[in-house]
Structure formats: structure tokens, C-alpha cells
């Protein structure tokens, strides 16, 4: 497995373990499971197929690049969540 694999699959798990933090706070399971892998799932197919179908000159590091780019916007936004849920949670036992 090459470095640039290890990163983006580190970046996942990254991902992923604040996606399961965001899931285990959630009221809302089972939606908010289906709406962040459905998101995942898109743009991580989108950058795969760009990655090895169309990487002829350099657009291979750009797809690889916005890859890992579109991991950290969506640890982002589930670290956002995470904070609004928690958040709620507190304001809610006061």
C-alpha cells in the first residue's frame, strides 16, 4: 500500500470515529447514519473514479489532493455537529 493510500485511509479513520461520536449522540440514528455515509459514499466515488480513470499528467495529486481536501470538509462538519449536539445536550440537563 503506498504512502498516499495510508493517508487517505488515516484521514477516514479520522473521519469515522468522529462520524461514530456524532452517531452515538444523535437522536436521530438512523438518519443521520444514511444522510453522512450517502455524502461519504459520493464524493469518495467521485474522487476514485477520477483518480483512476482520468489521471493522465498531473490531475492524479489535484484528484488526490481534493480528496483528502473533501475528507477534512466533512470531519468538519460532523466536528461542528458534534459540538451543536453536545451543546444542546448541556443547555437541555440546566
Partial sequence: MSE??????ACYFINWI???AVIFY???????IIIHLSIQL???LLWWYDLKY???GGTAL???FFWIISIGIHWFVCLIQLGVIVW??????K
Wanted: proline fraction near 0%; charged fraction near 20%; aromatic fraction near 6%.
Fill in 26 to 32: 444523535s437522536s436521530k440514528k438512523k438518519q443521520t
Fill in 62 to 64: 489535484v484528484s488526490w
Fill in 54 to 56: 482520468n489521471s493522465s
Fill in 4 to 9: 498516499d493510500n495510508q493517508l487517505i485511509l
Fill in 42 to 44: 459520493g464524493y469518495s
Fill in 18 to 20: 468522529t462520524l461514530g
Fill in 88 to 93: 444542546n445536550r448541556a443547555k437541555q440537563v
